[in-house]
């Protein structure tokens, strides 16, 4: 089926229309229209072939909200009319022991991601929601039980939503944890969300004193700029948690300081350039960690989009018309975004491709 997309036929050039094929629904397919779809740092990355080995023509586009059109003969969880979503995978081995567990973001056999993995497919590799409509297994597929004039805000959830939501579960982050998130952006935000939102104190860590305010309106208890020495000397050793969301190289001593004695500071960006070694004197005295952490599965995603619609949590976000993606990417570069962009993919429907 010919569909209206936006994508890049190299690393140089801009995303324009294009047309692309999504296949007919197989037996355990489910047809969604993709109405909205967030813009994710990695899309950036993965069009400009900044961490290499992007194919082209590239489509990006991995927080996905749409509604169900057609389902496959043995499809049984979802029917025509469903609100759903798309994150980051459509596919994994099914048999390794991490997808036996659920954990198919950690598929020892490698994940097939909603862009850029290998298919079957023409043309060969996985074309994202930056698309008209998408067409992906059942297993894969995501109910939404957000209101539909939230649908917009909801689509974040599924990457940065999920990508925070994880390790605060993993960590088993509630009532009595103090948890710290750095970086109030895209993943930050939703951090700050999810995190007070689960019962625990939470300090913002921030390097410009003009998010102090915002990151006290998302739940915040407390904010520390993170240039002042003073502000993060107060809270040395007193951490349970602390959930890194930035993506650029820098010392993470400060950060381990700040952890209590067993405590975890968890490492969700991953830089351009490696983070200088950290001490480790200051991770044996406490029996502190660094620690990784990717995004969720599928049964910890749904577990996560529940909770969010049972407590009324989405992401903030600004709208843009598809035609709008390029100075998107260039502002979200500057950070300037307050904290995710999100298309509208009606905006494709009068857009002439090629």
Not at 105 to 119: L, S
Not at 163 to 182: A, D, E
Not at 316 to 331: K, L, S, T, V
Request: hydrophobic share 40%.
């Amino acid at each position: 089926m010919t569909t209206k997309a936006y994508g890049a036929h190299a690393a140089d050039k801009p995303l324009q229309p294009i047309d692309i094929e999504r296949r007919a629904p197989g037996p355990q397919d489910v047809q969604i229209d993709i109405a909205y779809c967030g813009v994710c740092h990695s899309d950036l990355h993965t069009v400009r072939s900044e961490w290499g080995g992007t194919l082209f023509p590239c489509v990006p586009g991995h927080e996905i909200v749409g509604h169900v059109s057609a389902v496959g003969s043995a499809v049984t969880g979802f029917k025509a009319g469903d609100t759903v979503g798309v994150g980051c995978m459509v596919d994994s081995c099914q048999h390794c022991a991490s997808c036996a567990e659920g954990l198919e973001q950690y598929c020892e056999n490698g994940f097939t991601g909603t862009y850029n993995g290998a298919t079957k497919d023409a043309p060969g590799h996985t074309l994202g929601g930056y698309s008209q409509r998408i067409v992906v297994d059942e297993k894969f597929v995501l109910k939404i039980r957000h209101p539909e004039a939230q649908l917009a805000a909801v689509a974040p959830l599924l990457c940065a939503g999920i990508t925070t939501w994880s390790p605060l579960r993993h960590w088993k982050v509630g009532p009595g944890s103090k948890v710290g998130v750095v970086g109030i952006g895209g993943l930050g935000h939703m951090g700050v969300k999810l995190a007070h939102a689960l019962g625990a104190q939470v300090v913002a860590f921030t390097s410009s004193e003009n998010k102090r305010q915002a990151a006290l309106d998302l739940g915040a208890d407390e904010v520390v700029v993170s240039r002042n020495e003073g502000e993060m000397k107060a809270h040395a050793g007193s951490f349970d948690l602390i959930l890194n969301t930035v993506a650029a190289s820098h010392s993470l001593d400060a950060y381990t300081a700040l952890l209590k004695r067993d405590g975890t500071l968890v490492l969700v960006g991953v830089p351009e350039h490696p983070h200088p070694t950290p001490s480790i004197a200051n991770l044996i005295f406490k029996r502190r960690a660094i620690a990784g952490s990717l995004i969720g599965g599928i049964v910890e995603t749904q577990e996560m989009l529940d909770f969010c619609a049972d407590k009324g949590i989405v992401a903030d976000i600004e709208m843009i018309p598809m035609q709008q993606i390029d100075e998107a990417y260039d502002r979200m570069v500057k950070s300037d975004v307050k904290y995710r962009f999100v298309i509208d993919n009606a905006t494709l429907a009068n857009q002439a491709c090629g």
